[in-house]
């Protein structure tokens, strides 16, 4: 039985509206009042009308992710992740979650970024994989609607975001490969309109050039952040002469198919050739051989741009906060000095 403030009201013999001013903390019922209604509702078993309580509030207790995907599956774990530490975190402060998908720059995606800020189904949206120019937060700063990224962006808005320093990163990644005696080192990065694309590059370039090695244009390929691009680029890069000794894949995934393409072809990785990623997605760890890669914690990282987007939505911060993270190196069996020629 769904028990009412009517319910209360009649067992205390008060008034409704004092009930009703008692449960939602108004000044003007006494405390003595007020705590006799509190501990009769909890003792009656009373949880206020959720519609109502939202109607009252002019808020849907709601947070919108909008999923960057081309597929009607996604099957990339970094989302798994990143959704399960969002959910998490959005229901620990009684938030619901409300997924949905759209092909990235896509009509349809950018329809469903007004309707959310213009229509009120949510309070606020959590966005990933950013873009050099990103029409989505272009969009969500003009309507001045509550959001933070997981990413950054290469134009001048003042916004919320959580990111990965995946320069360093790289710098570190690469770094690595070199202390091992590698030289000719290949690069598989992420798509070029991708911010985080953009910085792992700029990290792999940096640390070639710190370290007075050559980078040949036909060394870096672009890949589509899936296993099967992976495999696609790591056959073009296997195809160039001078041959590499180690490719560093833009994310894991991109490695663990660059990976069997190297099998695929007879070789050992980890001796006759070595490849590394980004992400440490739990696969990462399980693969044959395990894959060297840098840790970002994906799940802990949803927690975080939930928890800000709810700071966000109740006026908690006076500044959009920033937050830049420094991945950690995670050495596994896939990389290890380079076979001797």
């Known amino acids: 039985m769904h028990v009412t403030q009517k319910d209360i009201a009649r067992k205390l013999g008060i008034s ?75 229901a620990s402060h009684e938030y ?32 990933v994989r950013t873009r050099e120019k990103d029409e989505r937060i272009r969009l969500l700063c003009q309507y001045k609607f509550p959001f933070v990224s997981f990413g950054r962006t290469n134009e001048s808005l003042d916004f919320a975001y959580v990111d990965e320093d995946g320069e360093t ?15 000719r080192i290949g690069f598989i990065r992420p798509p070029k309109d991708m911010m985080a694309g953009h910085f792992r590059l700029q990290g792999f370039m940096k640390a070639m050039a710190e370290n007075d090695l050559p980078v040949r244009p036909e060394w870096i390929v672009e890949g589509d952040m899936t296993q099967r691009g992976g495999e696609q680029s790591m056959a073009v890069l296997l195809d160039v002469q001078p041959g590499i000794t180690a490719v560093i894949a833009g994310n894991d995934l991109m490695a663990i198919g660059a990976m069997h393409c190297a099998q695929q072809r007879g070789l ?74």
């Open 268 to 341: 050992e990785v980890g001796k006759d050739i070595s490849v590394a990623g980004f992400d440490d997605i739990p696969l990462a760890a399980y693969v044959k051989p395990s894959l060297t890669t840098l840790r970002q914690p994906i799940y802990e990282i949803g927690r975080m741009t939930c928890r800000m987007l709810i700071d966000l939505i109740n006026g908690r911060f006076s500044h959009p906060p920033q937050v830049l993270l420094v991945p950690q190196l995670i050495i596994r069996s896939s990389t290890a000095p380079p076979a001797s020629d």
């Open 169 to 183: 990163g790289i710098k570190l990644l690469t770094q690595h490969l070199i202390d091992l005696g590698h030289r």
């Open 96 to 127: 619901d979650l409300l997924v949905s998908t759209h092909p990235p720059e896509s009509e349809s995606e950018m329809k469903a970024y007004e309707r959310a800020a213009k229509g009120g189904w949510v309070d606020g949206l959590i966005i």
């Open 16 to 90: 409704i509206t004092t009930v009703s001013r008692a449960l939602a903390g108004y000044s003007d019922v006494a405390e003595e009042t007020r705590q006799r209604v509190l501990q009769t509702a909890q003792e009656m078993g009373y949880s206020p009308h959720l519609l109502a309580r939202r109607l009252q509030k002019q808020r849907t207790d709601t947070i919108g992710f909008i999923m960057p995907t081309l597929a009607p599956r996604f099957s990339d774990p970094f989302f798994s992740e990143f959704i399960a530490g969002v959910g998490n975190e959005a």
